[in-house]
C-alpha cells in the first residue's frame, strides 16, 4: 500500500454470486489496494466461509439462519464476526468498518442494504440495477443528499460512465445501450414458445447468474437497464436507444450534442467493469486478455425485435410511465423468472405474467419509499396468483 491511496475497505453484497466471486479475483490481485471487510450470501455457505478463510473480513453474513451454526463453527477459530437472517443484512449495511459497498445482491432483496450505506455515506459500486428500477428517484435523491458516488458496475453502464469523463459541462443528445440480443437473436415466437430453461440459461457472450441470465433471454435485461440508466444519467426516456450489437465489444455509447460519438470497448468480461468501479476513478494495470482487432473482423448492429421479445416493450411503457410501474414490472419479472426457472410456466407465459401484473396493481405517480415496498408486495402477490405458485 502507498500512502497517497489507502487501502479502500470493501463490503460485497452478493459475494457469493457471479459478480460477488469476480470482485473477489480483483481484490486478490490487488491486495495493496483493496481489502474484503464484508462478504454476504443467501444459503451456500460453504463458498461463504472458504471466501473468509482466505480474505479474513472484519463480518460475513449468512442470510439463511438454518446456516448459521455451520458458519458461526467453521469460522470459531477466526475472529470474523458471524451475522445472520434478512434484517442483519441492514444493519451490516449501516456499520462504519467499509468504505465502498458492491451491491451484487440480485432483485428487490439488494435495495434496502443499498439505501442504508448510502444513508451512511458509502460509495456504492452498483451491480444491483433492480435498486434503481424499483425506487431510482429515491436512491438518486439520498445519494445527492449523502454525497454519494454510484458507480455503476454493469457493463452498459460503466462504459456511459467511462465515456462521460472529462464531460461535465457538455450535454448529451442519446446514449445507445448496446445489447447482445441473447441466445435467441433472430428468432421468432414460434421457436420461443418450445424454450426450454437449458437453453435459455445458455449465454452466448457472457457468463452470469441464472436470474439475469434468463433477463437477457427475454431482453428484459435491456429493459431494465433503460430504466437504470434514465436514474444513473438523468435522462429522458427518448435520449435512450438500444442496439442490437451480438459482437458485444461496444459496451455502449454517448452522443454528444455536435453529433460526436464516443464508445467504450473491450473483450465481454464483467471483471474489467468491476475492478474500474472499485478502483475509480484510477484505472489499474491487469492481466485480463486484450481485444485483438484483427480477430475481430465485424462489429455489427441491429433494432431490437420488440415484437418478438414484448418484455423490452413492457419495460419501454414502463420507463415512460414511471411512477411505481417499474417496480409493479420488476416484482412480476422476478415472480415469472423464478417460475420459469422451476419449470412452473413457459418462456413466453413469462410476459404474460408480467403484462397482466403492470395491468392489475395500482398504478401511483409519486410513489414514497413506503408505497414502493407496498406495490412490490402486491405485484408478487398478483403475479404469483397468476401462476398459482
Ligand atoms: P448471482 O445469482 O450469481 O448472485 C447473487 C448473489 O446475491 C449471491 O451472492 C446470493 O447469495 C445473493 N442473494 C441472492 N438472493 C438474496 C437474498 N434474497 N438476500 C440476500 N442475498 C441474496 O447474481 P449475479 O449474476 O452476480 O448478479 C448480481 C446483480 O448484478 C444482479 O442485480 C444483476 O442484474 C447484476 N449484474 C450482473 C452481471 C453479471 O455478469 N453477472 C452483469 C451486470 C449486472
Ligand atoms: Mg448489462
Redesign the pocket.
Known sequence: MNAETPQKRIAI????????TQALEVIAANPGLFSAEVL?????DELLVQQALQFNPNIVVI?DEKKYQKVKQALAHTDIKVFSG?KS?EEVASMDCFDLMLA????Y??LKPTLCAINKGKVIAL????TLVVAGDIIMRKAVENRVPIIP???EHSAIFQCLVGETRNKIEKVLLTASGGPFLGRKPNYLVNVKREHALQHPN????????I?SATLM?KG?EMIEAKWLFNLKPEQIQVVVHPQSIIHSMVQFEDGSIKAQMGLPD?KLPIQYALAFPRRIPNQFPRADFKKINTLSFEEPDIKTFRNLALAMDALQKGGNLPCIMNAANEVAVFAFLHNRISFLDMTDVIEKTMAGVSFIANPTLEEYFESDGEARNFAADIIKL
Open positions: 453484497f452478493g459475494s457469493t454470486g457471479s459478480i460477488g454476504t450470501a443467501h444459503h451456500n442470510v434478512e443484512l451484487a445482491i440480485v432483485g432483496a439488494g451491480a444491483n440495477k433492480e458496475v454493469d457493463s457472457w457468463s452470469m447468474g441464472a436470474k439475469i441470465t433477463d435485461n431494465l464483467m
